[in-house]
């Protein structure tokens, strides 16, 4: 009885041009830098504009190319890489915190967010909710919501200005004792005002990282941050702290500890 033979499927030619291109993006373009326009790209390769736009797409979905309104398209800064493991044991905004307040608000806590506090959400009706968002080379790479009940913040102010309510909040959280905190990743779609602080279309994928802070033996805080999956890659290390990492403008590795 004779043998089959079965031919190797031929590759499109978009994922021929999309290895091609990446080839062009390692060794002529810095990162930020504009790429020519469709009718000049695809001369160069001697391509049809669809087979072009193909081999855009994909190289946008892995995060080589990001298209900017009223820019172009331009070469995406290395992906950060979020390492996931046991927590360093600091609160949010304190030490080397790369994260930026840009607005709190007292509002009740999403039923999802309800949940993670337990039996404390039942006592808290509102809480603070603050805003917060990580930029790397100048563009946003992940936005956070933090929650905080009243009660893990008893010595706060009646009266603040909308200015200081984030940083008088995270201040008085700091006077607890951090006793822990847990995380869990998975792969979501951003919700419109997400995708709006990190420059994406609604449904764009992202990851989304929870944190539970623990202290006088409940849950004292929680986040919610998402990060942008087309400039973040998860990543399991042996230190064990989560971390933030990428290769700042001079080329230099960069770590840093985020929630």
């Not at 062009?24 to 504009?49: I, K, T």
């Not at 996931?84 to 030490?95: F, H, I, L, T, Y």
């Amino acid at each position: 009885m004779g043998t089959t033979q079965l031919e190797a499927p031929q590759e499109p030619k978009y994922w021929h041009l999309k290895t091609v291109l990446g080839d062009a993006l390692d060794s002529e373009f810095a990162v930020g830098e504009v790429l020519p326009n469709e009718r000049e790209l695809a001369a160069r390769f001697g391509v049809a504009r669809a087979t072009l736009r193909q081999a855009l797409e994909q190289l946008e979905l892995e995060g080589r190319l990001q298209r900017r309104r009223g820019v172009g398209t331009t070469v995406a800064p290395p992906r950060i890489g979020v390492s996931v493991g046991p927590a360093q044991g600091s609160w949010p905004g304190e030490g080397n915190d790369a994260w930026r307040a840009i607005g709190c608000a007292e509002a009740p806590a999403p039923a999802n967010v309800a949940r993670l506090f337990g039996e404390s959400a039942r006592d808290d009706r509102a809480v603070h909710t603050i805003r917060r968002v990580r930029m790397t080379h100048a563009q946003p790479v992940a936005t956070e919501l933090l929650y905080i009940p009243p009660a893990s913040v008893p010595g706060l102010p009646e009266l603040l200005s909308p200015g200081a309510h984030a940083q008088a909040v995270l201040r008085e959280l700091h006077r607890l004792e951090l006793e822990g905190e847990d995380r869990a990743v998975e792969l979501g779609s951003a919700r419109a005002e997400d995708a709006k602080q990190l420059e994406r279309l609604p449904g764009a994928p992202v990851l989304l990282v929870t944190t539970r802070y623990f202290a006088s033996g409940r849950v004292a805080a929680a986040s919610v941050a998402t990060y942008r999956a087309d400039t973040c890659r998860l990543t399991f290390g042996d230190a064990g702290a989560m971390q933030i990492t990428h290769h700042g403008p001079n080329g230099n590795s960069e770590q840093r500890h985020a929630s």
